[in-house]
């Protein structure tokens, strides 16, 4: 049962991975979708048979990694345009 469950995990992930690209926002803003879909990469890496802890323990780090970009990003583009009043 828990395979099925991680299974089902990780498909959820890589259809939000899918989605994010069509996301209409600027850089700054995707970072929460990147943390929604960390949880369902954290839920194969505890309760996954091996091969799924792998690939949740990637789909993770996978989640970092956008999160830690986005925010770079956004801090960039706040940097370089300070004339627009940010909503935060």
Do not use: T
């Not at 395979?3 to 069509?22: N, P, R, T, W």
């Not at 995707?30 to 996954?48: C, E, H, N, Q």
């Amino acid at each position: 049962m828990s395979a099925h469950i991680s299974k089902v995990c990780l498909v959820v992930f890589v259809v939000l991975l899918v989605l994010s690209g069509m996301l209409l926002s600027i850089a700054g803003d995707y970072w929460p979708w990147f943390a929604v879909m960390a949880v369902f990469a954290v839920v194969p890496l505890i309760v996954g048979p091996n091969r799924y802890r792998l690939m949740g323990a990637l789909a993770l780090v996978l989640s970092v990694v956008l999160i830690v970009c986005d925010i770079a990003a956004g801090k960039h583009l706040r940097a370089q345009h300070p004339e627009i009043e940010w909503k935060r």
